[in-house]
């Protein structure tokens, strides 16, 4: 086994880093026929997630290989080799293993014990087997690696560490509320139908939200996921809108959660700043009086604001400045402090992000869900009664994507929470390490052992097969011969003959094999095979053969696909 992995993930690299080194399912097609068609590598597979892009291959040298891949990864990832090369680790060999096997149990996640990178690392494995990129080492090690996840989901107690990217940035939302409570009567928007944005959209009406709105650029799939939430039986109504009309249902929503395979913004600060505004100035309209009256004295405790005044406020709204008229003062506060905001303000245009998930297996989704009566679905809705450092939270935004789809400018308007890629990883990094989480390392180290020694133990099977077809074919030889020099033998002589060497060869060569397999299974026993061939001067043709008609037929086992 010579497995090389060559990648950067949210721990070795910034987020500016991995939002422009995110791989488009073309351009992971073209990184898996590019790395075969390199001298070093004669199988591969690529996993990109939201928060990494890692190439596995088997290699037959080490050095070559790096350069090849790492090379490679920034040539489709559209990163300068020199700028992605400090982000960039290694792993070989049984290291190998162990980093894929760790990712497969979420010990690598963002979130600790997130699920969702099964189904991703499935993924990975069904586009290399597509594509026939996928050999005997990439099948078995993925394969195992899907087992090894579930076992660890199933043995352990690693669901209670962390969970889904989702609930993880729904719980950020909430501000320590429980998110039931937070999100119980609330309109939601879901930009994006494919499996983040699904699992979203799912996430919300299990939680208890009101409406559904999903936009998407392909309307059959937003119609789809719309279709499978109001069967979900979560009492949830959904419908779905036009792309084109986010930023009108920006006004009616409490809640957005985006995630697209967009390499553009989706929703500007400005946009956000335009939809809050609005709903500020409607619903301050809509509370007026219906006529103006003259105002009070001060001492009756109050003024009264006319129609004149309401368009003025609504136009200072917009302008974010302060107006005073009538002893009437509206003021739009300024951005949250820093401290105090969940998202760095970024260098540069705001756009740098991670991708929401396996970027690879996403479009660009939008879909609206809300089934309500039309006049309820035009009405304005009303400020959100939470707040966040005593700022009322008119709108919250969650964005699962990268590149990110919302403008990190957006967290500086007021009344708008904004949690994206980058604010969840600096929130995970405080949470707490659960001790199902040592359990799980030990299932790692473990499996990684078995598989290492059981792929050691193959290494040397081709080798043993050729000896004892050797002998066979000696034994046949020297059987004829006998039949030559003994042609009065009857059938039933000749048999036993031939019976009793067999039995002699069989025996001579028990040991020897059931003992190399054991020595090969262990940590340097490669050289075991080529021993054997030295000491039986086996031909390496007729290895080879053996090796290439085991190498054709695959396991293709499926374990299933990880929920």
């Known amino acids: 086994m010579s497995l090389l992995v060559v990648g950067l993930s949210h721990r070795s690299a910034p ?15 073209k990184l898996l026929h590019d790395t075969l068609a390199t001298e070093p590598a004669t199988e591969a597979a690529v996993l990109a997630t939201c928060n990494r892009i890692e190439l596995y291959a088997d290699v037959d040298k080490f050095h070559a290989g790096v350069a090849e891949l790492s090379t490679l990864l920034a040539q489709h990832s559209g990163v300068a080799l020199e700028e992605l090369t400090p982000y960039l680790y290694v792993h070989y060999e049984d290291r190998a293993v162990h980093h894929l096997f760790s990712v497969a149990c979420g010990l690598d996640s963002m979130v600790v014990g997130e699920g969702q990178i099964l189904g991703q690392i499935k993924d990975a494995l069904a586009l290399g087997q597509e594509l026939h990129t996928a050999g005997r080492l990439i099948n078995d090690l993925f394969q195992q690696a899907l087992r090894v996840g579930k076992r660890a989901h199933s043995e352990t107690g690693i669901d209670r560490a962390g969970q889904s990217l989702v609930t993880f940035g729904l719980e950020q939302l909430a501000a320590h509320r429980p998110v039931a409570e937070w999100a119980a009567g609330k309109r939601a928007l879901v930009i994006g139908a494919g499996s983040m944005s699904s699992l979203a959209a799912a996430t919300l009406a299990r939680v208890g939200v009101a409406e559904i709105a999903v936009a998407n650029r392909t309307a059959e799939r937003a119609d789809r996921l719309v279709e499978i939430l109001v069967a979900s039986g979560t009492g949830v109504s959904a419908r779905s809108v036009p792309m084109a009309s986010v930023a009108d249902e920006l006004t009616r929503v409490d809640v957005v959660v985006s995630c697209t395979g967009a390499t553009g913004l989706v929703l500007t600060g400005d946009d956000v700043a335009a939809a809050v505004a609005g709903v500020d100035a409607a619903a301050f309209a809509h509370e007026a009086p219906p006529a103006p009256r003259a105002p009070e004295s001060p001492a009756a405790g109050g003024a009264l604001v006319d129609a004149a005044v309401v368009a003025r406020l609504a136009a200072a709204s917009q302008a974010g400045v302060r107006l005073a008229d009538a002893g009437v003062a509206r003021t739009i506060a300024p951005g949250a402090d820093r401290d105090g905001c969940p998202v760095e303000a970024p260098a540069g245009d705001g756009r740098a992000a991670l991708t929401g998930v396996d970027a690879g297996s996403l479009e660009l989704h939008g879909a609206w869900a809300d089934q309500g009566e039309a006049a309820a679905q035009s009405r304005p809705r009303r400020a959100v009664r939470a707040s966040v450092n005593g700022t009322a939270v008119r709108l ?5 994507a990268m590149p990110r789809d919302i403008d990190a400018a957006a967290h500086r308007v007021p009344g708008v929470r904004l949690v994206d890629i980058e604010s969840l990883a600096e929130a995970s990094a405080d949470a707490p390490m659960a001790a199902d989480v040592d359990a799980v390392r030990a299932i790692v180290a473990q499996e990684v052992a078995a598989f ?10 081709p080798t043993v097969v050729a000896l004892r077809a050797m002998a066979a074919e000696v034994v046949a030889m020297e059987v004829a011969r006998l039949d030559g020099r003994l042609p009065d033998l009857d059938e039933r002589q000749r048999a036993e003959v031939t019976q009793t060497v067999r039995r002699v060869v069989d025996k001579l060569l028990h040991a020897p094999t059931v003992r190399v397999k054991q020595l090969a299974s262990e940590p340097g026993g490669a050289g075991y095979a080529e021993a054997l061939r030295e000491l039986f001067d086996l031909d390496p043709q007729t290895v080879a053969s053996v090796s290439r008609a085991d190498a054709a037929d695959p396991k293709t086992d499926d374990p299933g696909r990880a929920s």
């Open 15 to 29: 987020v500016s880093v991995l939002e422009r080194a995110s791989l488009s399912v073309d351009a992971k097609v």
């Open 396 to 400: 919250a935004l969650l964005d699962l």
């Open 452 to 461: 290492g020694a059981a792929q050691r133990a193959a290494h040397i099977t």
